[in-house]
């Protein structure tokens, strides 16, 4: 549920496995975080080999080593000759691998996938799948008391969410 800004600012260091098996990730600013003082979040282990983020950020890492790169920007530029480069990878540059990773995947769907995507679609799924509100908004670092969360999350059963249901009426 991280913003394209916050993906674009990570550091190598920033990413590693805890003792659980899960992600620790610092992000060190963010909209909500001005000052800077930085947050931690807890990325969970997949249930699926192909999605899990562990397996996922510990194959890239190991990708980075294998070209020389241990330190600085987890995320880098790529140039035209497709080697690694120092320069950080924009958000907007982020934005456009996962439409382009996307269409690779769903070549015929009409679908739009973005960056943007994963912050919203990770909320409207997590609050589907009965998160608490508070650590929707925890993990999305959303600002306490923002109307945006609510933006992502959506009723997806009329009936069965009906807030009416179970009232006393």
């Given amino acids: 549920m991280a913003r394209r800004s916050e993906r ?17 990730i610092l992000i060190r600013s963010s909209k909500t975080d001005q000052e800077g003082d ?21 194959a890239y890492k190991e990708a980075l080593v294998e070209r020389g790169v241990t330190t ?24 456009e691998m996962v439409q382009r990773r996307a269409a ?9 996938c973005t960056a943007h995507g994963f912050r919203a679609g990770g909320a409207g799924e997590a609050y589907k799948n009965k998160a608490p509100l508070s650590a929707i908004r925890n993990q999305g670092r959303w600002a306490e ?8 999350i959506r009723v997806v059963d009329a009936r069965a969410e009906n807030p009416v249901r179970g009232i006393g009426l």
């Fill in 72 to 95: 600085g920007r987890l995320l880098r530029a790529i140039n035209q000759w497709d080697q690694i480069t120092h320069d950080t990878m924009s958000g907007d540059a982020i934005n």
């Fill in 145 to 152: 008391g923002s109307p945006q969360i609510l933006e992502y």
């Fill in 38 to 58: 930085g947050a931690e979040v807890i990325v969970p282990r997949g249930v699926h080999n192909e999605t899990d983020p562990v397996r996922v950020v510990r």
């Fill in 104 to 112: 690779r995947v769903l070549p015929d769907d009409n679908l739009v």
């Fill in 8 to 24: 674009s600012g990570l550091h190598i260091e920033d990413v590693k496995e805890d003792d659980e098996g899960d992600l620790t």
